[in-house]
């Protein structure tokens, strides 16, 4: 995970890892189809995130 938010970090040009930084980073780790799952989340805003997490603790992913 950290060197995950580096690697983008240092893209960036930058010498301070943000939390975009990290998400992006961890994003990119993720399966193409669960990566979709979480952006299209996340456009929905706290509905569509609280949404994403129902999904997961009922084991849908």
Excluded: C, W, Y
Excluded at 44 to 50: I, K, N, R, T, V
């Amino acid at each position: 995970m950290k060197k995950a938010a580096e690697q983008k970090t240092r893209a960036a040009g930058r010498t301070h890892v943000t939390p975009e930084d990290l998400m992006q980073g961890l994003l990119e780790k993720l399966p193409a189809n669960m990566r979709q799952k979480i952006e299209n989340a996340v456009k929905e805003g706290p509905a569509g995130l609280q949404k994403l997490e129902q999904e997961f603790k009922k084991g849908k992913s």
